[in-house]
């Protein structure tokens, strides 16, 4: 097993198998019990169908606004894998994804649970331009960008 990089990749697959077992929970929850996220045995990701008969297919068959909370729950899962391996805790989080590619129902959905994330002493700022997103938000920061005439950028708090 410590011949070669046999170790560190061992290591890896545990890592993946840990954050792919934290994301696959975090899935199973924003879909309402539909999805959740398995390993193939080449180390990608097939999505478990439970409104199918626990169908698994491959994530490529997923719409633009499940792909976007699939890759929700992956990125808090891996944010929140960093955090164990870390003395200090991160206590916020960006979040630049395509929100755009959500229809009202899903844009509920993410919202509701970056709001729950409140409670596990993370925040999430969210980068977005779409304006049911922003209203949603209790406190924004907007920022309004420089202009040819010299003006800097300028950044203001809204509650």
């Not at 077992?21 to 309402?32: P, V, Y």
């Not at 490529?60 to 929140?80: H, K, M, R, V, Y």
């Not at 596990?120 to 969210?126: F, M, S």
Request: aromatic share 8%.
């Amino acid at each position: 097993m410590f011949r070669g990089k046999e170790f560190v990749d061992f290591l890896a697959e545990e890592q993946l198998i840990h954050v792919t077992k934290n994301a696959s929970e975090r899935l199973h929850d924003l879909t309402r019990g539909r999805y959740a996220l398995v390993l193939d045995s080449s180390g990608g990701f097939l999505i478990a169908d439970y409104f199918n008969g626990g169908e698994k297919r491959p994530t490529t068959s997923l719409s633009g606004g499940e792909t976007f909370l699939t890759s929700l729950a992956l990125a808090l899962s891996l944010s929140a894998s960093i955090q164990l391996t870390g003395e200090q805790n991160l206590e916020f989080f960006f979040l630049d994804e395509g929100f755009g590619t959500l229809d009202t129902e899903l844009l509920d959905t993410v919202v509701t649970a970056l709001e729950q994330l409140q409670t596990d002493h993370l925040a999430v700022g969210v980068i977005s331009h779409v304006p049911e997103l922003q209203e949603r938000l209790q406190t924004r920061l907007l920022v309004t960008p420089a202009t040819a005439e010299g003006t800097g950028s300028r950044v203001t708090v809204q509650s």
